[in-house]
């Protein structure tokens, strides 16, 4: 018998052992409602959109590091380190077991797709446009020229500021971030 939605953090927490043993995921899954939070974070990449909204406890500390060049602005390689952590995670995930833990609770994310407004989708397929969404991101090994903006910057370069929302997001993370996500 499954839980339901509201009860569910226990379990998910007592069954996200088998994935990692990286104990930074303990930490991440003390936030509430993690189904929840997980399915709107999904959807919000499979639309394009950055993830940051409900994985707060994901945001690096550090703020992004700009390197100015003459009157030329670039993403400084050093604010890829930010992501690290969270790559770091992802790439401890057993798949197998993921994949497991996900078709154990995939009623429950039916449920959580259902609240966000979407009554007769199937949240896997959600879950593959979003998997599918962070797989089209380059992986940029040179660096990635800026242009300011008001209070933050835009990619310079037209192709790379022309990726999604969620892309430019996994882009920010660095190439080694970025290959450590894509590749799990």
Do not use: C
Not at 64 to 89: M, Q
Not at 91 to 104: I, P, R, V, W
Not at 171 to 182: A, E, F, S, Y
């Amino acid at each position: 018998l499954s839980p339901r939605l509201e009860q569910s953090d226990e379990i998910i927490r007592a069954r996200a052992k088998a994935i990692s043993s990286d104990p930074a995921l303990a930490g991440w899954l003390k936030t509430e409602d993690i189904i929840r939070r997980v399915a709107a974070a999904v959807d919000s990449i499979a639309d394009g959109n950055s993830p940051r909204d409900n994985l707060e406890f994901l945001a690096p500390t550090r703020k992004i590091s700009v390197r100015k060049e003459g009157d030329k602005f670039f993403l400084n390689p050093r604010s890829y380190s930010r992501y690290d952590l969270a790559a770091d995670v992802v790439q401890s995930l057993d798949a197998g077991a993921l994949a497991g833990l996900f078709k154990e609770f995939k009623p429950l994310f039916q449920d959580a797709g259902r609240e966000l407004g979407y009554k007769n989708r199937d949240f896997q397929d959600t879950l593959v446009r979003a998997i599918k969404e962070l797989l089209k991101t380059p992986v940029v090994e040179d660096e990635i020229p800026l242009r300011e903006k008001v209070i933050s910057y835009a990619i310079a370069d037209e192709k790379l500021e022309a990726l999604s929302g969620a892309q430019k997001h996994l882009l920010r993370m660095g190439p080694r971030n970025t290959v450590k996500i894509q590749g799990k």
